[in-house]
């Protein structure tokens, strides 16, 4: 595990309220405020429904100007692996640990324009930004990507707050957003942040990186894991360790991995850093990568993957899924 020497301190639930189909916003006041800037998030403290206790990392999606309250906003997944569960089981005068803001995804100021782009639940990081940029009197836009109106948090204040600046696609009333259209609509000199589903940021990335702009003005923070396909039971091999563990579709490759007893590297568990990376020595399927460390060529031959997130789906001849693999 990556040492990141952070703080960590008690938080109480001072408000719980559904804001949108599925989803809940949670404030915390913290022991010691601490001012958050747009792009932080908060660790929180969670125990997963195995007993086991671990960390989450959630976006801040508002604050008190001075950190004396601080909102999150969770999403409860068909798939969750355990911390959105217990995030929704939380209610007011509760108390939780948390840790002081932290920075993995800076607003630069000072850029001729920008394009925010936020899918699902990914809008609680794009919405200071959002906010800030409009206080600042900076030339932006905000997509917005949605399945249903229903599951889109904050779209009425956003919609009153931004006004045309705010672009709402929604699936179910406009059909599958054309990405190619979407980067095509960026000013050449504009710097691009978006969080969403990595399936929608490694679209965003593959036609940016495709055209000639500039590969340091496109920034990103990933929101879920969601891969190109369902989740199902797999195996993993570690020859090495004498290691056998299957993966169930509600836990990472990394979970079960350190459920055994395996020491492993990690840091973001979402797919960006890469410190989670395995080798593959042998493999039964297809492995459904759903990092965003990776570029499409480095992840063709199937050589390594991030064990945080990407898993091992069957083959269509049925064979059991498995992965052969070494670690660090």
Known sequence: MADKHVEWQDARVSG???IAEGIVRLDFEPVTPTPAKPGEHIDIAVTLPDGRHDTRSYSI???????SYLSI????PATSRGGSLFMHTLRTGDTVRITHPLQDFPLRIGASSYVLVAGGVGITAIRGMASTLKRIGADYVLHYIGNSRARMAYLDSLEAEHGDR???HVTTEHGRLQVADLVASAPADAEMYMCGPIRLMEAIKRV??????????LRFETFGNSGW???EVFQVEVPRLGVTVEVQPGESMLEALERTGVEMMYDCRRGECGLCEVYIEGLSGRVDHRDVFYSERQKAPN???CCCVSRVIASD???PAKVTIDVT
């Open 16 to 18: 719980r309220t559904a």
């Open 61 to 67: 999606s508002g604050a008190a100007p001075d950190g």
């Open 73 to 76: 906003s969770v999403a409860r």
């Open 166 to 168: 705010l672009r709402a």
């Open 208 to 217: 940016w990186d495709a055209s000639d702009r500039d590969k340091t003005s």
């Open 229 to 231: 396909f369902a989740p």
């Open 303 to 305: 050589a390594k993957m």
């Open 317 to 319: 001849d049925g064979a």
